[in-house]
């Protein structure tokens, strides 16, 4: 069962954002000084019913981050788009009420991904970093290691089999990288979300190699919601994966970009399957929330 409401606020985001940036004003602040954001506002919402696990698809352009909210609270950030959405970033945390994060996953090394975890490792008390084996010579990536080194953390090895410890009432499961490559991209942590009879499937940058062992590891792959690999690129989403995962819903999380993405060859192949779709560059914040048995679909606009 879906519902889906579609709201056009973005300006109001971008108003509590500005607001945030220019006069370091809090979002309660702005609330309790009287401004009303009217019903519109909703789409960033810090309510949250009982029994409800959201999964937020932010809207960072061209480059991945899912916020992840469990029905007893608990928070996860997967990745935090580039560089230079760091503000975004923290803007975003701050209107959906996050001061902790449970748990962080970098995916992989590349700037669109971990671009703006420095500064939300910098600024949000942290609980657990996880990331692939997996260097990288960047300035971002040594940004990174700096800010968690600063924060004393430590960084746990995102790999498969992993079942990590998040909301008594979901798992969480770490499906890849299930082998070692000097690739990137094939490198990513995906994991699996499962609370009661909905799943979720979150690939990072996962492109055919590591689908197939992916595959081949046995793991049950089959989720309603796909986050489609690699921002829709060719190299990602085959036929076999796309066969095993069976998804209802597909989101991509793409913005303005020369490479192509999403490509016509993966969202044929989604249709083919009769897979909806979701795009942040056409749907800004893409957000589903579970409760336990089905999903709501909030877009952005
Ligand atoms: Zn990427």
Not at 50 to 57: C, H, M, T, W
Not at 64 to 79: E, F, R
Not at 123 to 150: A, H
Not at 257 to 282: C, F, M, W
């Amino acid at each position: 069962m879906i519902r889906q409401k579609t709201r056009r606020t973005l300006v109001w985001g971008y108003l509590l954002w500005f607001c945030v940036l220019i006069t370091g004003c809090s979002l309660e602040g702005w609330e309790a000084a009287g401004g009303q954001p009217g019903e519109n506002a909703s789409w960033i919402s810090k309510e949250q019913d009982e029994g409800q696990l959201r999964v937020l698809f932010l809207d960072v352009g061209q480059g991945a981050s899912q916020l992840l909210i469990s029905p007893s609270g608990h928070t996860m950030l997967i990745d935090a788009g580039n560089n230079d959405k760091e503000d975004e970033m923290l803007g975003y945390l701050q209107a959906y009420g996050v001061r902790h994060l449970d748990l962080v996953i970098g995916t992989h090394p590349d700037a669109d991904h971990i671009g703006g975890l420095d500064r939300v490792i910098d600024r949000v008390d942290i609980g657990q970093v996880y990331m692939p084996k997996v260097q990288s010579n960047t300035k971002t990536f040594e940004s990174l290691l700096t800010s968690i080194r600063n924060k004393g953390l430590k960084v746990k090895t995102a790999k498969a089999g992993l079942d990590l410890a998040w909301d008594e009432q979901v798992q969480v499961k770490m499906l890849a990288p299930a082998t070692s490559t000097d690739d990137n991209n094939n490198m990513s942590a995906v994991v699996k979300v499962t609370y009661g009879d909905t799943s979720f499937l979150l690939t990072g940058d996962a492109e055919s190699e590591s689908e197939r062992a992916m595959l081949e590891s046995g793991a049950n792959l089959r989720a309603d919601v796909l986050l489609v690999g690699h921002h829709g690129s060719k190299s990602s989403t085959t036929a076999r994966f796309l066969n095993a995962v069976k998804p209802k819903y597909a989101v991509i999380q793409v913005g303005e970009n020369s490479y192509g993405h999403p490509t016509k060859t993966i969202l044929d192949r989604l249709a083919k399957q009769k897979v909806e779709v979701y795009r942040n560059d056409l749907q800004g914040t893409v957000e589903i929330v579970s409760d336990g048995k089905g999903y709501q679909i909030i877009t952005e606009r």
